[in-house]
């Protein structure tokens, strides 16, 4: 289970930290990712951190703006966003894949999304 937390509206500029707290599998054992979906846009993915070496990627548009980590001893991933811009609104997912590398794992777990919105 996934539980993405941390959402909520902020002005352009400002941050925003989201959790993604999992239960119920080995943590370790899992590649996590963040996906987000804007109104009327599909889903792209965002960030992932490897479960292999912790290794982590980033889509090109929050490159340098966010940064994705994980704490094992809480079985939490966090996305810290900064200098968010209004085309960062979205809803965001957390996703587990057991898979060494995150960048093409198969994402078979889902949390239930937090709404972000970032006002101009």
């Known amino acids: 289970q996934l539980q993405a937390s941390g959402g909520g509206l902020v002005q352009a500029g400002g941050s925003l930290r989201l959790t993604c707290a999992a239960s119920?599998?080995?943590?370790?054992?899992?590649?996590i990712g963040w996906f987000r979906q804007a109104p009327g846009k599909e889903r792209e993915g965002i960030s992932c951190?490897?479960?292999?070496?912790?290794?982590?990627n980033y889509i090109d548009s929050v490159k340098g703006r966010f940064v994705i980590s994980r704490d094992s001893a809480k079985n939490t991933v966090y996305l810290q966003m900064n200098n968010l811009k209004p085309e960062d609104t979205a809803v965001y997912y957390c996703?587990?894949?057991?898979?060494?590398?995150?960048?093409?794992?198969?994402?078979?777990?889902w949390g239930q999304g937090t709404l972000v919105t970032v006002s101009s």
């Open positions: 951190i490897s479960s292999k070496d912790g290794s982590t």
């Open positions: 996703a587990a894949a057991k898979a060494l590398l995150c960048r093409v794992a198969p994402y078979a777990y």
């Open positions: 119920g599998f080995s943590f370790d054992d899992y590649s």
